[in-house]
């Protein structure tokens, strides 16, 4: 059991290393015994213990929130800012890996980077397109060390491409799909991978480099690289 548990460690640092520039894997599971951190639109701040979270099509509905005092919280997206909610199981391992490799890119000094290191999920409520119609959701964040000039958020209903892991956890492949994107304080919205080549001059205007050296054969596997150039591009 210990040389099993060796193994898959050396295969997550190793497969990790190779990710320098990916997106942070989304969080599904979260722990009901870690501290979760919940900043409401007025600004008040909570802090405590996970007791239930309720999702509609992936989008989380309400969460369930127990603070130090015994006291319970059921909150809406809309009463929700943004929150740290701690990942649980392999899942927060593989997400303290993930934000390893892209620390030096960190240029958001409005996220926690302390949490973030811990392998914590940020959430923000995000203005975000769908079809013709624009509303405020609460939106997984899954370039927080480069989306000062673009944000990348999960799509929770995203198909993925074929995918190798070793219990659970995946290390090859796996690749959602589609992704929700936001430029500056523009709304979010749909990315799809059967589209990007054709969205491709449009999404990364601005950035002659990037459109000159990539508009040709984009891929989708490059977005997260290409979000990197495309900061630097707006320094």
Same mark, same amino acid.
């Given at each position: $059991?210990?040389?099993?548990?060796?193994?898959?460690?050396?295969?997550?640092?190793?497969?990790?290393?190779?990710?320098?520039?990916?997106?942070?894997?989304?969080?599904?599971?979260?722990?009901?015994?870690?501290?979760?951190?919940?900043?409401?639109?007025?600004?008040?701040?909570?802090?405590?213990?996970?007791?239930?979270?309720?999702?509609?099509?992936?989008?989380?509905?309400?969460?369930?929130?127990?603070?130090?005092?015994?006291?319970?919280?059921?909150?809406?997206? =809309?009463?929700?800012?943004? $929150?740290?909610?701690?990942?649980?199981?392999?899942?927060?391992?593989?997400?303290?890996?993930? !934000?390893?490799?892209? @620390?030096?890119?960190?240029?958001?000094?409005?996220?926690?980077?302390?949490?973030?290191?811990?392998? @914590?999920?940020?959430? =923000?409520?995000?203005?975000?397109? &769908?079809?013709?119609?624009? *509303?405020?959701?609460?939106?997984?964040?899954?370039?927080?060390?480069? *989306?000062? =000039?673009?944000?990348?958020?999960?799509?929770?209903?995203?198909?993925?491409?074929?995918?190798?892991? &070793?219990?659970?956890?995946? !290390?090859?492949?796996?690749?959602?799909?589609?992704?929700?994107?936001?430029?500056?304080?523009?709304?979010?919205?749909?990315?799809?991978?059967?589209? @990007?080549?054709?969205?491709?001059?449009?999404?990364?205007?601005?950035?002659?480099?990037?459109?000159?050296?990539?508009?040709?054969?984009?891929?989708?596997?490059?977005?997260?690289?290409?979000? &990197?150039? @495309?900061?630097?591009?707006?320094?």
């Amino acid at each position: $059991m210990i040389k099993k548990t060796l193994l898959l460690m050396m295969l997550l640092l190793a497969f990790t290393a190779t990710k320098a520039q990916d997106l942070i894997n989304p969080s599904y599971g979260f722990s009901h015994s870690k501290t979760a951190y919940i900043t409401l639109t007025d600004g008040t701040e909570l802090s405590g213990t996970i007791r239930d979270i309720d999702r509609d099509k992936g989008l989380i509905e309400f969460i369930k929130l127990q603070d130090a005092a015994g006291k319970k919280h059921k909150l809406k997206p =809309e009463d929700i800012k943004h $929150m740290y909610l701690p990942p649980s199981g392999l899942d927060n391992l593989t997400k303290k890996l993930d !934000f390893i490799s892209d @620390y030096q890119k960190w240029n958001d000094d409005k996220l926690n980077q302390e949490y973030l290191k811990e392998g @914590y999920a940020y959430f =923000e409520t995000a203005d975000v397109q &769908v079809k013709k119609k624009t *509303s405020k959701l609460l939106m997984q964040l899954l370039n927080p060390a480069f *989306s000062k =000039e673009l944000r990348i958020y999960c799509d929770p209903r995203a198909k993925e491409t074929a995918s190798f892991g &070793v219990g659970g956890v995946k !290390f090859v492949g796996g690749d959602a799909k589609s992704y929700y994107v936001a430029k500056k304080d523009a709304p979010a919205f749909l990315l799809k991978k059967k589209e @990007y080549k054709k969205e491709f001059a449009t999404l990364w205007s601005g950035c002659d480099k990037l459109i000159t050296a990539s508009s040709a054969d984009p891929k989708w596997t490059d977005l997260s690289k290409h979000a &990197v150039t @495309y900061s630097e591009c707006a320094q």
